[in-house]
């Protein structure tokens, strides 16, 4: 309920449906994204961003979109059981390239509105709702 209110507003839809609405796990932080690799200076993914882009993708299909053409405006509602020291912004690098894996958009460097929040709801599970749609450039 909390995110049929944020979410769809007037002041972000003008009356129009979304473009996309995505439930998805609690992403990853970036602190965590990447692994080093053997040879200096090289990174690889950690299993739990492939997880994570998997689970982007899966949702895209699910929703049925073509990916985005235009500019983008993202808002990321992230639910947490609890107050514990989160950087949110650290959240966001993984939704960006898990969205852009997973067809919502051609690239994340459409995005030229990004809005995100923090939900403390505690005794229920960690998760990310994502609506995104085009925007006028």
Same mark, same amino acid.
């Given at each position: 309920?909390?995110?049929d209110?944020?979410? !769809?507003g007037?002041d !972000?839809?003008?009356?129009?449906?979304?473009?996309?609405?995505?439930?998805?796990?609690?992403?990853?932080?970036v602190?965590f994204?990447?692994?080093?690799?053997?040879?200096?200076?090289s990174?690889?993914?950690?299993? /739990?961003?492939?997880?994570?882009r998997? /689970?982007?993708?899966?949702?895209?299909?699910r929703?049925g979109?073509? &990916?985005?053409?235009?500019?983008?405006?993202?808002?990321v509602?992230?639910?947490f059981?609890?107050r514990?020291?989160?950087?949110?912004?650290?959240?966001?690098?993984?939704?960006l390239?898990?969205?852009?894996?997973?067809?919502?958009?051609?690239?994340?460097?459409?995005?030229?509105?990004?809005?995100?929040e923090?939900?403390?709801r &505690?005794?229920t599970?960690? /998760?990310?709702?994502?609506?995104a749609r /085009?925007?006028?450039?």
């Open positions: 309920q909390h995110a209110r944020l979410l !769809f007037r !972000f839809y003008g009356g129009k449906l979304q473009d996309l609405l995505a439930t998805l796990p609690l992403p990853p932080s602190n994204l990447y692994r080093p690799g053997e040879r200096h200076g990174l690889f993914l950690r299993d /739990e961003q492939k997880q994570f998997s /689970e982007c993708k899966a949702a895209v299909r929703v979109v073509d &990916p985005m053409a235009g500019r983008v405006e993202l808002r509602l992230l639910y059981k609890n514990r020291v989160a950087d949110i912004d650290n959240r966001l690098k993984a939704v390239d898990g969205l852009q894996h997973g067809g919502a958009y051609i690239d994340d460097s459409q995005v030229d509105c990004l809005w995100v923090r939900i403390v &505690p005794g599970a960690e /998760e990310c709702v994502v609506l /085009e925007i006028e450039a």
